[in-house]
């Protein structure tokens, strides 16, 4: 099946965005290890590598108002609300255990990582119910 | 909803993904449309009545009226 011009596209600007993560991470790990920096400017460099990652969301954005087939990208806002309200659920309990000391304070950068890891595990799901498709239509 | 798809696409020999590629949208589109699985926004509705060059009544059933 062709990929379709906006999936090329959603790629191409995903590999992008993560190659900007890769790059600020390992700046702003090595800045902080060999001239820590002060003040206001230690702030912004800490939240550096945050940036790539929100435009990752921007980037999803932009794939779901460019999807040209409807059923598809209605496919993709359900998965879509699935996962952020599993990872909202996950994380809220976890706030909880974390309350009542059962469990080590995590930080709060693993909330994407673990989002980012259930929409994994949703286009696995997605896939196989679209090979159960292919193998019934 | 019910609709006639799936016997409209038959009738003239077209496979899924043939007519997929007339609608241009994915062959997914066309067996979820075809199953009453997802119901199409007004506008692909129109494409595909005007593609069989029907009403497009004469693809979908009203679910109002059975």
Known sequence: MPVS?????????????????????????????YATPTGVLAYVAAVLPAVPIALVFVVIGKLLVEMRDEYIRAQMVHDLLIVTGATLSITTAWGFL????LVAPTAHYYVATLWFALQGVAACVRGILRSRERSVG | MDNHLRALRAARGWSQQ?????????????NAIETGRYDPSLPLAFRIAELFELAIEDVFVSPSRG
Do not use: C, D
């Open chain 1, 5 to 33: 011009p906006e999936i090329k596209r959603y790629t191409v600007r995903l590999l992008s965005v993560m190659t900007l993560y890769g790059v600020t991470l390992v700046g702003v790990n090595l800045w902080f290890r």
């Open chain 1, 98 to 101: 974390e309350g009542f000391g």
């Open chain 2, 18 to 30: 043939h007519l997929a590629e007339r609608l241009e949208v994915s062959r997914q589109s066309v």
